[in-house]
């Protein structure tokens, strides 16, 4: 489901929208208790969105059974499906360079959890799902985990796309982290070329800036304890 989709999903159920007066109270309705409008060039697939959720009610059972239906990045904030965009080449990179660097820093004090990255839905409730660019389970939420984490120990995301997705990773996820009693969060920003790291304070459920690191300096983590990153290094293009 591409995000006109998404987008789709909302106009079509808002109480201004064109169909918002035929669906009925709940959750959904039925393909057949709705009369659709004439198809029009450039409109949603209707008959698609209406196998889904309206915003604001998807679960995470609706979540999953999405699984293999198509590749994008999607997760589930408050009842609400967000698709985000496709990372690019340099996003990738930065992120990948992190999880070789955080893996091998865990090799050498004979760490026995596990660094992973997105495609890897984290659960926070059932109805908060995110996928982090990087992330870090200690060995015992490790032993706790199925088929997919709760929560995590370390999570990493590198900023990307508009005002809409820096927003989600620089304010909405550093609250709902914070919340789900994630110890540390590395935010890397390549627009800005700036490295913050938070760290938990487990009394009052917020994160406090641990360090500010730019171009020149090298970022320390308070969780892991000899663990550093060159800031030049982790936005050097590869």
Wanted: include cysteine; glycine fraction near 8%; charged fraction near 25%.
């Amino acid at each position: 489901m591409d995000s006109l989709l998404a987008t789709g999903l909302t106009f079509l159920f808002c109480p201004g929208g064109r169909l918002g007066k035929m669906v009925s109270k709940g959750i959904g309705a039925s393909m057949i208790d709705i009369k659709l409008p004439p198809m029009r060039r450039g409109d949603p697939t209707w008959s698609t969105a209406l196998k889904y959720p309206r915003q604001g009610y998807w679960t995470e059972h609706d979540y999953f059974l999405m699984e293999g239906q198509d590749n994008g990045l999607k997760e589930l904030s408050n009842g609400y499906l967000e698709v985000l965009p496709m990372p690019s080449l340099y996003h990738q990179g930065i992120a990948i360079y992190m999880l070789d660097i955080l893996r091998d820093y865990l090799k050498t004090i004979n760490d026995r959890g596990r660094v992973s990255m997105a495609p890897c839905p984290i659960r926070f409730t059932s109805k908060r799902i995110r996928e982090p660019d990087v992330f870090y389970l200690s060995e015992k939420r490790l032993a706790q985990t199925a088929t997919y984490p709760t929560g995590a120990d370390l999570i990493v995301e590198v900023v990307s796309g508009g005002n809409v997705d820096r927003r989600r990773d620089l304010i909405t996820k550093r609250k709902e982290y914070a919340k789900a009693g994630i110890k540390e969060y590395w935010i890397i920003d390549p627009k800005k070329t700036i490295i913050l790291v938070l760290t938990l304070n487990k009394a009052t459920k917020k994160y406090k800036v641990h360090g500010k690191y730019t171009a020149g300096q090298t970022a320390i983590s308070k969780m892991f304890k000899g663990f550093s990153v060159e800031v030049n290094q982790v936005f050097k293009k590869r």
